[in-house]
C-alpha cells in the first residue's frame, strides 16, 4: 500500500511539531523516519497510526483519505517503543490478543498466531510470559501481534532503542527480513543514522518539524542537500571547515590554509562551509598536495585510527594510512578526493 | 526470611490488641512511702467544677495534715476501667477511684480491694444508711470495699402540655401508665405513650417490685424466672405490641426522642433533666408490685490493696475527710447528683442545691436499691437487656425468660 | 595484619565489628518488648488455667481452648466475623475497583468526588458510626425511606424480633463496606496509576472497546494491588470490632450478645468477664485463623504475579 502526506502539519498548543510535511512512502517499502529527538518523526509516526488527530492537511493511504479515521480503521500493526506487550498474557495470547479483540474464534485466532510466532522466530517460546522473554525475543513477539491483523502499514517506534549493541545488529536484519518476507509496507523511527543506513529502503531526515530530505541511504549520504543532512549522516562525523572562496580556492577564516576547489558554483568572496568526509582525505608524508596539516592527536577505533589533524587554527579527523607511522607534531600532506566533499552556504546551509 | 517477617508482621497485626493488655500500661507508679509522708493516688475523668472541688478538697486535706499527701491524677475517660484495672494488677495503679460496686466487685477474687471497714474511722461508717451499707457490703466475701458518697437513679419525665392538655397526671402504678399511654395513643396515634432509657434497669424494677430477687451470690442461684416476673413482661410485651410503649431510640437517650415529641413519656437518669427542650413534668418510678423498689445507681471510694498498711490508712483517712457533710454536700453540687448521706442531706449547702433540682425528689430514695456487686453482674446485666429487646420483639415471654436463666448458667459454669 | 586493622578502622568494612549492632538495637529493643514479649506472654497465658493478672493461676493445660472452642458465644462470634469478612471484603473490592476505575478517568468536579469517597478516612469511624445509627432508624432513618421510595420495607435494622435480629449483621455490613472503601480506592487509585498508558493505547490501536480493555487489561493488571488490598482488609477484617459499637451503644447488636465478633468476644473475656485465659486463648485461635488465610491468599497472589 502506498502512502500519501500532504501538508501535514501538527501544533501542540503553540509548539509546531510539524510543519507542512508532504510524501509518499512506496508500496512494499522498508522506510526510516530518521532525525535528531524532538524534530516531529514520532509525533509522525502517530498521526499515521491515528493515536494523535492532525492539525492540519491530509493522509492518504492508497487512495482512501484516512486523516480522521480512527486508529483501529486504518489496518495498521503498530510496535511501541517499550513494546507494551501485555504482562499478564502468555506470548501467544499477546500475540492473538488483537484478533481476540475483533472476536476471531479462539482455534482460528491461535493457529494465525502460532504461524506470526514461526515468522518471527519465536514458536518455542509460546507459554513464556513477557517477563521471561529477552529484550529481542519481547521485540519479536510485537511484531508479530503488530503483524496479526495482515496490516496494510506496520509502524515500528524506535524499534531497537531499548536493546543492547550486539541484539540491535541482530534485530535490524531480522526486521528487515520479516518485512521482505511479508512485504508490508514499514515506516519505522528512529534515532540512529547507522540503523536507518543499514537496512532501509529510503530514509526520511527531519529537523524540528522540517523535511529536510529524503532519498536511498547511500544517495543522502553522498549527496546531501544541506549541512544538517551532511552532519547528522556518517561515523565518524564529516569535517567542517569554515571559510570563505578566494581565487577559486577555499581560504580558512584566518588566511592560514587555503584548498584547492572544483565547483563551477561557488561564487567568490562566499562564506562557505566545507564539509570533508574523514574517508574522502587521503595522507601522505610527500609529493602532491591540497593543503598541509599537523597531526594532533592519534586514536583508534576498532581496527581503524584516526587522527585529529590541526589546519590553520581548525581541526578535522581524517583515517590515517597504514602505510606509514604518523608522530604527534609531525607535518603530513593531504589530498582531497572527489566523493564525500561539499561546499554549504554558511549563512543558509544549503548545498552549493 | 521474606516468610518469616510476613509471619511477625501478621503475629504483630493479630495480638495488638492482646499487646495493649499486655504491656500497654504506662501509669506512673504511685511511688513508696517516702521518710515522712504517705503519698497516696486518686485518678480520676473528672473535669471542669468537678475536678476543680476535687483538687481544692484534696489540697485543703493536704494542708491539714502532715502524714499523707494525696495526689490526684487526670485520665482520660475512653477505656478509664479498663486502664485501672490493668495498673491495679500490674501493681501500679491508684490508691482510690469514685466509681460503681460493681467495679470493686471486679478485684475481690484477687483481693486487690481495700476492707474499708478496718481503717475507715466508726463515724464515717456510721453515715451510710441501712440500704446504702447494704450495698457497701453486698461483695462476694461480705466485706465493705465502697463507700457511697453520691447516688442517682431514674425518674419518671413527661411531657407537660399534653398532659394537661388530655387532663394526665405522673402514674402512681404501672396500670395508671398504661391508661396514660392509651389517651396518648387514642389522641396523636403516631406518638408512643412510653419508653425505658435502660432496657437492664426496666428489667431490674419490674423484676424486684415483684418482691423477687435477681441473683444469689453465695448458691449462684437465679431468681427471678417465676410467674410473676413473667406476668410484668407480658405487660411490657402487650405494651410494646399496642403501640403504647416503644424501645426504638433515634439517638443514645430517649431524651432526644422527647425532645422530638416522639414519646410522651419516659424513664430516664434524674440527671437527664437538662437536657431536656419539651417543657417537662417529673414523677416517681410507677409501683404496683408486691413491693414498691426503685433503682439507685450509686457511685462511691473504692480503695485498692497493694498491701500497704499506711498507704491504705491515708486513703482512709482522705475519704474520712472527704466524707464530712459539708465537703460531702458540696461535692454533690460540683457533681449535680444528689447524696448518699442523711447527714449531707441536712446541711444548709445541700438543701440550697436540691431546692433548685426538684427531680431529686422523685428519686424515692428509702425504698431504692443496686444492683448486687458481684462478678456475675456482667451476665445478668446482658441477659436482662437481651431479655427485654426479646421481649419487646414478640418473643415468647417464658422463652425468653428461659434463655436468660439459660445464659447466665451458661456464662457461671465457664468461670 | 596491620594494613587490616587500619582499613576497619577508616569504616572501610560495614559488615564486620559492633557497630551494626549498635545501630540496630533500639530498634530490636523496641521490638522485643513491644512485639515479642507480648506475644510470647499471650501464648502462655492461653495454656494457663484460672490465670489472673496478679499472676496467680491454677494449672496448665489446654482448658482454656476447650472451654472458648465449646462456648456458643465464641461459635457465634466465628460466625459472625466470618460473615462479615468474606461479605465486606469481596464487596468493598468490587466497588473500590469500579470506583477507583471511574476517578482514574478525567471527569469534572473530580475534587468533589475525590472528598466524598476519601471522607471515611479522614474521620472517627465510631463518630461517624452514631450518624449512621440515624440513617438506620426503622422509623426515620434515610436508608428505610430510600427503601420505601422503591416500595420495599421497611426493615428493622437495628432492632431485634421475636429473640432474633437477622438485620443487625447487615449494619456493620454495610458500614464496613463504606468505612473500608477509601483506603483500598486509594491503594487501587495508586495501582491504577502505575500501569502504563502504552497498553491502553495499544489495545486501543487495536480496537478494544472500554469494557474489553478493563476486563482483559485493566483488571488483570490490577491483580496484584486488588491482592494486596484484599489481604489487608481481610487481616483487618477480621479484627471488625470499632463497626459494632456505634449502633448499639457498645452493646454487640440489638440482643446485646447476638453480634459478637472474635475481638469483641476477647474484649468482652478479658474486660468484662475477666476470663485472661480464656481471651488469650481466643486471641491465638483469632491469630491463626488470620494466618491461615493470609498464607492462602499469598499462595493465589504468587500466581498473578507478573
Known amino acids: 500500500?502506498?502512502?500519501?502526506?500532504?501538508?501535514?502539519?501538527?501544533?501542540?498548543?503553540?509548539?509546531?511539531?510539524?510543519?507542512?510535511?508532504?510524501?509518499?512512502?512506496?508500496?512494499?517499502?522498508?522506510?526510516?523516519?530518521?532525525?535528531?529527538?524532538?524534530?516531529?518523526?514520532?509525533?509522525?509516526?502517530?498521526?499515521?497510526?491515528?493515536?494523535l488527530p492532525v492539525t492540519s492537511g491530509k493522509i492518504y493511504f492508497d487512495d482512501d483519505d484516512v486523516t480522521n479515521t480512527p486508529p483501529q480503521d486504518r489496518g495498521v500493526g503498530i510496535c511501541f517503543q517499550n513494546y507494551a506487550l501485555y504482562p499478564h498474557m502468555s506470548v501467544l495470547e499477546n500475540i492473538a490478543f488483537p484478533l481476540e479483540i475483533k472476536k476471531v474464534p479462539k482455534e482460528e485466532r491461535l493457529a494465525?498466531?502460532?504461524?506470526?510466532?514461526?515468522?518471527?522466530?519465536?514458536?518455542?517460546?509460546?507459554?513464556?510470559?513477557?517477563?521471561?522473554?529477552?529484550?529481542?525475543?519481547?521485540?519479536?513477539?510485537?511484531?508479530?501481534?503488530?503483524?496479526?491483523?495482515?496490516?496494510?502499514?506496520?509502524?515500528?517506534?524506535?524499534?531497537?532503542?531499548?536493546?543492547?549493541?550486539?541484539?540491535?545488529?541482530?534485530?535490524?536484519?531480522?526486521?528487515?527480513?520479516?518485512?521482505?518476507?511479508?512485504?508490508?509496507?514499514?515506516?519505522?523511527?528512529?534515532?540512529?543514522?547507522?540503523?536507518?543506513?543499514?537496512?532501509?529502503?529510503?530514509?526520511?531526515?527531519?529537523?524540528?518539524?522540517?523535511?529536510?530530505?529524503?532519498?536511498?541511504?547511500?544517495?543522502?549520504?553522498?549527496?546531501?542537500?544541506?549541512?544538517?543532512?551532511?552532519?547528522?549522516?556518517?561515523?565518524?562525523?564529516?569535517?567542517?571547515?569554515?571559510?570563505?572562496?578566494?581565487?577559486?580556492?577555499?581560504?580558512?577564516?584566518?588566511?592560514?590554509?587555503?584548498?584547492?576547489?572544483?565547483?563551477?558554483?561557488?561564487?567568490?568572496?562566499?562564506k562557505v562551509v566545507m564539509g570533508i568526509r574523514a574517508e574522502s582525505v587521503t595522507i601522505s608524508k610527500s609529493g602532491d598536495h591540497d593543503f598541509e596539516a599537523v597531526i594532533k592527536q592519534r586514536y583508534t577505533m576498532g581496527k581503524e585510527e584516526l587522527a585529529f589533524l590541526n589546519i590553520g587554527n581548525q581541526v578535522i579527523r581524517v583515517y590515517l594510512s597504514s602505510d606509514y607511522t604518523y608522530d604527534v607534531g609531525e607535518k603530513v600532506f593531504l589530498n582531497l578526493r572527489q566523493k564525500g566533499v561539499f561546499l554549504f552556504d554558511q549563512e543558509t546551509g544549503e548545498r552549493i | 526470611?521474606?516468610?518469616?517477617?510476613?509471619?511477625?508482621?501478621?503475629?504483630?497485626?493479630?495480638?495488638?490488641?492482646?499487646?495493649?493488655?499486655?504491656?500497654?500500661?504506662?501509669?506512673?507508679?504511685?511511688?513508696?512511702?517516702?521518710?515522712?509522708?504517705?503519698?497516696?493516688?486518686?485518678?480520676?475523668?473528672?473535669?471542669?467544677?468537678?475536678?476543680?472541688?476535687?483538687?481544692?478538697?484534696?489540697?485543703?486535706?493536704?494542708?491539714?495534715?502532715?502524714?499523707?499527701?494525696?495526689?490526684?491524677?487526670?485520665?482520660?475517660?475512653?477505656?478509664?476501667?479498663?486502664?485501672?484495672?490493668?495498673?491495679?494488677?500490674?501493681?501500679?495503679?491508684?490508691?482510690?477511684?469514685?466509681?460503681?460496686?460493681?467495679?470493686?466487685?471486679?478485684?475481690?477474687?484477687?483481693?486487690?480491694?481495700?476492707?474499708?471497714?478496718?481503717?475507715?474511722?466508726?463515724?464515717?461508717?456510721?453515715?451510710?444508711?441501712?440500704?446504702?451499707?447494704?450495698?457497701?457490703?453486698?461483695?462476694?466475701?461480705?466485706?465493705?470495699?465502697?463507700?457511697?458518697?453520691?447516688?442517682?437513679?431514674?425518674?419518671?419525665?413527661?411531657?407537660?402540655?399534653?398532659?394537661?392538655?388530655?387532663?394526665?397526671?405522673?402514674?402512681?402504678?404501672?396500670?395508671?401508665?398504661?391508661a396514660n399511654c392509651e389517651a396518648v395513643k387514642a389522641k396523636y396515634p403516631d406518638m408512643f405513650g412510653f419508653a425505658f432509657d435502660s432496657e437492664?434497669?426496666?428489667?431490674?424494677?419490674?423484676?424486684?417490685?415483684?418482691?423477687?430477687?435477681?441473683?444469689?451470690?453465695?448458691?449462684?442461684?437465679?431468681?427471678?424466672?417465676?410467674?410473676?416476673?413473667?406476668?410484668?413482661?407480658?405487660?411490657?410485651?402487650?405494651?410494646?405490641?399496642?403501640?403504647?410503649?416503644?424501645?426504638?431510640?433515634?439517638?443514645?437517650?430517649?431524651?432526644?426522642?422527647?425532645?422530638?415529641?416522639?414519646?410522651?413519656?419516659?424513664?430516664?437518669?434524674?440527671?437527664?433533666?437538662?437536657?431536656?427542650?419539651?417543657?417537662y413534668g417529673m414523677g416517681a418510678l410507677p409501683q404496683g408490685g408486691a413491693v414498691e423498689w426503685v433503682p439507685a445507681w450509686n457511685r462511691g471510694m473504692i480503695v485498692f490493696n497493694y498491701d500497704d498498711e499506711a498507704r491504705a490508712a491515708g486513703a482512709a483517712k482522705f475519704i474520712d475527710y472527704f466524707a464530712q457533710p459539708e465537703i460531702n454536700a458540696g461535692w454533690c453540687v460540683a457533681c449535680n447528683y444528689p447524696a448518699t448521706f442523711a447527714a449531707t442531706m441536712e446541711t444548709e449547702t445541700y438543701k440550697n442545691f436540691v431546692a433548685g433540682n426538684e427531680s431529686f425528689s422523685y428519686l424515692n430514695a428509702e425504698h431504692a436499691g443496686a444492683f448486687p456487686a458481684v462478678t456475675a453482674q456482667a451476665y445478668i446485666r446482658t441477659a436482662l437487656q437481651t431479655l427485654m429487646s426479646s421481649v419487646a420483639g414478640g418473643q415468647d415471654v417464658q422463652t425468653a425468660l428461659d434463655e436468660a436463666v439459660a445464659y447466665i448458667q451458661e456464662e457461671l459454669a465457664n468461670e | 595484619m596491620t594494613a587490616k586493622k587500619k582499613k576497619k578502622r577508616e569504616g572501610g568494612e560495614f559488615n564486620n565489628g559492633l557497630e551494626p549492632v549498635i545501630y540496630l538495637l533500639p530498634f530490636v529493643i523496641g521490638l522485643l518488648i513491644f512485639t515479642v514479649y507480648p506475644i510470647i506472654n499471650v501464648v502462655l497465658m492461653s495454656f494457663k488455667e484460672g490465670y489472673r493478672l496478679s499472676g496467680s493461676f491454677t494449672g496448665i493445660g489446654l482448658k482454656n481452648y476447650t472451654q472458648v472452642l465449646g462456648d456458643k458465644n465464641f461459635a457465634n462470634a466465628v460466625r459472625n466475623t466470618f460473615i462479615y469478612v468474606f461479605s465486606v471484603v469481596p464487596i468493598a473490592t468490587v466497588l473500590a475497583v469500579i470506583i477507583a476505575n471511574l476517578l482514574n478517568q478525567k471527569i469534572k468536579a473530580m475534587a468533589l468526588f475525590q472528598t466524598a469517597y476519601f471522607l471515611p478516612m479522614v474521620t472517627s469511624s465510631i463518630a461517624v458510626g452514631l450518624s449512621w445509627r440515624y440513617m438506620f432508624n426503622t422509623q426515620f432513618g434515610v436508608i428505610n425511606w430510600l427503601l420505601g421510595v422503591f416500595g420495599a420495607g421497611p426493615i428493622d435494622w437495628l432492632g431485634a424480633t421475636g429473640g432474633q435480629a437477622p438485620y443487625n449483621i447487615f449494619v456493620i455490613i454495610i458500614f464496613g463496606i463504606w468505612n473500608m472503601l477509601p483506603f483500598t480506592i486509594i491503594l487501587l487509585l495508586s495501582g491504577l496509576q502505575n500501569i502504563d498508558p502504552m497498553y491502553y493505547t495499544a489495545a486501543k490501536v487495536d480496537g478494544a472497546d472500554s469494557g474489553m480493555i478493563f476486563r482483559r487489561i485493566t483488571v488483570p493488571l490490577l491483580l496484584p494491588t486488588i491482592f494486596l488490598t484484599m489481604i489487608i482488609n481481610m487481616i483487618s477484617s477480621f479484627k471488625v470490632y470499632n463497626e459494632v459499637i456505634p449502633f448499639?451503644?457498645?452493646?454487640?447488636?440489638?440482643?446485646?450478645?447476638?453480634?459478637?465478633?472474635?475481638?469483641?468476644?476477647?474484649?468482652?473475656?478479658?474486660?468484662?468477664?475477666?476470663?485472661?485465659?480464656?481471651?488469650?486463648?481466643?486471641?491465638?485461635?483469632?491469630?491463626?485463623?488470620?494466618?491461615?488465610?493470609?498464607?492462602?491468599?499469598?499462595?493465589?497472589?504468587?500466581?498473578?504475579?507478573?
Open chain 2, 1 to 178: 526470611m521474606k516468610k518469616i517477617i510476613t509471619t511477625l508482621l501478621a503475629l504483630f497485626v493479630v495480638l495488638s490488641l492482646a499487646a495493649c493488655s499486655g504491656s500497654g500500661s504506662s501509669a506512673v507508679p504511685s511511688g513508696d512511702a517516702p521518710a515522712e509522708k504517705t503519698t497516696v493516688t486518686i485518678w480520676h475523668t473528672y473535669t471542669d467544677a468537678q475536678q476543680e472541688y476535687l483538687e481544692k478538697a484534696i489540697a485543703d486535706f493536704n494542708a491539714s495534715q502532715d502524714e499523707v499527701e494525696v495526689v490526684a491524677e487526670s485520665q482520660p475517660y475512653d477505656g478509664f476501667t479498663d486502664k485501672v484495672y490493668q495498673a491495679v494488677m500490674a501493681g501500679n495503679g491508684p490508691d482510690m477511684i469514685i466509681h460503681y460496686a460493681s467495679e470493686a466487685a471486679k478485684y475481690v477474687a484477687d483481693n486487690k480491694v481495700v476492707d474499708l471497714s478496718k481503717y475507715l474511722a466508726p463515724e464515717t461508717v456510721a453515715l451510710m444508711s441501712a440500704s446504702t451499707k447494704e450495698e457497701a457490703t453486698s461483695f462476694a466475701d461480705g466485706q465493705m470495699h465502697i463507700l457511697p458518697i453520691v447516688s442517682s437513679g431514674p425518674i419518671f419525665f413527661y411531657n407537660k402540655a399534653l398532659y394537661e392538655e388530655l387532663g394526665l397526671s405522673a402514674p402512681a402504678t404501672w396500670a395508671d401508665l398504661i
Open chain 1, 112 to 270: 494465525k498466531a502460532r504461524e506470526m510466532a514461526k515468522l518471527v522466530h519465536v514458536d518455542m517460546l509460546l507459554d513464556r510470559k513477557p517477563k521471561e522473554l529477552s529484550g529481542g525475543q519481547q521485540q519479536r513477539v510485537a511484531i508479530a501481534r503488530a503483524l496479526i491483523k495482515t496490516p496494510r502499514l506496520l509502524l515500528l517506534d524506535e524499534p531497537l532503542s531499548n536493546l543492547d549493541a550486539r541484539l540491535r545488529l541482530e534485530m535490524r536484519e531480522e526486521i528487515r527480513r520479516i518485512q521482505q518476507e511479508t512485504g508490508v509496507t514499514t515506516i519505522f523511527v528512529t534515532h540512529d543514522q547507522e540503523e536507518a543506513m543499514s537496512i532501509c529502503d529510503k530514509i526520511v531526515l527531519m529537523k524540528d518539524g522540517y523535511l529536510q530530505q529524503e532519498d536511498k541511504p547511500q544517495t543522502l549520504y553522498d549527496d546531501p542537500h544541506n549541512l544538517f543532512v551532511a552532519n547528522f549522516l556518517g561515523n565518524p562525523p564529516i569535517n567542517n571547515l569554515y571559510g570563505t572562496i578566494q581565487n577559486g580556492r577555499f581560504v580558512l577564516e584566518d588566511g592560514s590554509a587555503s584548498i584547492k576547489i572544483d565547483n563551477p558554483n561557488a561564487k567568490e568572496g562566499e
Open chain 1, 1 to 51: 500500500m502506498q502512502v500519501r502526506i500532504e501538508h501535514l502539519t501538527k501544533k501542540f498548543g503553540d509548539a509546531v511539531a510539524v510543519s507542512d510535511f508532504s510524501m509518499n512512502f512506496d508500496d512494499g517499502k522498508l522506510v526510516a523516519l530518521l532525525g535528531p529527538s524532538g524534530c516531529g518523526k514520532s509525533t509522525t509516526l502517530n498521526m499515521l497510526s491515528g493515536i
Open chain 3, 248 to 306: 448499639w451503644s457498645g452493646k454487640a447488636g440489638a440482643l446485646s450478645n447476638n453480634l459478637y465478633t472474635m475481638v469483641y468476644y476477647i474484649k468482652e473475656t478479658f474486660y468484662s468477664k475477666l476470663r485472661l485465659g480464656n481471651a488469650a486463648a481466643a486471641s491465638i485461635v483469632l491469630f491463626l485463623i488470620i494466618f491461615v488465610f493470609t498464607m492462602l491468599q499469598k499462595w493465589v497472589q504468587k500466581k498473578f504475579d507478573y
Open chain 2, 200 to 279: 437492664t434497669d426496666g428489667a431490674q424494677t419490674l423484676i424486684m417490685q415483684t418482691g423477687n430477687k435477681l441473683f444469689n451470690a453465695a448458691t449462684n442461684e437465679i431468681l427471678f424466672n417465676t410467674p410473676e416476673v413473667a406476668a410484668q413482661m407480658q405487660m411490657y410485651q402487650d405494651a410494646i405490641a399496642k403501640g403504647l410503649f416503644t424501645n426504638a431510640k433515634s439517638g443514645n437517650y430517649f431524651s432526644e426522642d422527647f425532645n422530638s415529641g416522639r414519646i410522651a413519656a419516659y424513664i430516664g437518669s434524674a440527671a437527664g433533666a437538662p437536657y431536656l427542650e419539651t417543657e
